[in-house]
């Protein structure tokens, strides 16, 4: 069965730091991959996606991830963190239905 | 483009009670999908509609919880009777087309938070 693994249940980055989210799944083959972001009281809104091609992908709003099949990992990043970043991010992984990690809460301290 | 609409925004019932929701998709998307999101966890499919077929259910607990997309168009999701492991957020989401979600990604609401005491 997929599963997906956000180890970190929260981060604190000081603003203008940069940011590294883990994510590692579970699956048949290459799934889908997501990354997804909720601000408070909000829905989730879609930050980036990879199936295949280049490992490095550029999402909205600065983000990037890295696809790494021998780890089985999908990693988000952001070079300089602003205070509005402060969410909770989800990675997800699948094809018609997606499976979500349990979520990593971003604080960003002044 | 309008968003994912869903109402109500909260509910607050006792246990054994009943709830409903409702949720209109993005115009012309013909996939719909009702997930369930505890405090401190991802959300979790519950049922998915493809127009007003049922795709997947298999995670819906059907002894208390029902869904139906009539039209193909807005859906609800009932809960009866409600349990205290009910509390969560409810989202729904649509997508253009069911069989890729790479292509044609999640459109989610903004969520019915319940509160069941």
């Known amino acids: 069965a997929q599963s997906v693994t956000q180890p970190d249940i929260h981060i604190t980055v000081s603003e203008g730091a940069s940011l590294e989210l883990r994510c590692n799944y579970s699956?048949?083959?290459?799934?889908?991959l997501f990354w997804y972001v909720q601000s408070p009281g909000q829905g989730l809104q879609l930050l980036l996606k990879?199936?295949?091609?280049?490992?490095l992908v550029q999402g909205i709003k600065g983000f990037e991830a890295e696809f790494k099949r021998s780890q089985s990992s999908f990693n988000l990043r952001k070079p300089s963190v602003h205070w509005s970043d402060a969410a909770e991010y989800f990675c997800?992984?699948?094809?018609?239905?997606?499976?979500f990690g349990k979520g990593t809460m971003l604080l960003v301290s002044p | 483009e309008a968003g994912v609409a869903q109402s109500p925004r909260y509910k607050i019932i006792e246990k054994r009670q009943s709830v409903a929701f409702w949720c209109n998709p993005i115009?012309?998307?013909?996939?719909l999908y009702w997930y369930q999101q505890i405090l401190g966890q991802g959300p979790k499919l519950l049922i998915q509609?493809?127009?007003?077929?049922?795709?997947?259910d298999s995670q819906l607990p059907k002894d208390r919880f029902s869904a139906e997309r009539l039209k193909g168009v807005d859906s609800t999701l009932k809960i009866q009777p409600a349990k205290l492991e009910d509390s969560a957020v409810y989202l729904c989401?649509?997508?253009?087309?069911?069989?890729?979600?790479?292509?044609?990604?999640?459109?989610f609401g903004n969520g019915t938070r319940l509160t069941v005491t």
């Open positions: 989401a649509s997508s253009a087309v069911g069989e890729s979600s790479y292509n044609s990604p999640l459109h």
């Open positions: 699956y048949g083959a290459t799934p889908y």
């Open positions: 990879y199936f295949s091609g280049d490992t």
């Open positions: 997800a992984v699948g094809y018609s239905t997606l499976t």
């Open positions: 115009s012309g998307h013909a996939t």
């Open positions: 509609f493809q127009n007003n077929g049922v795709v997947d």
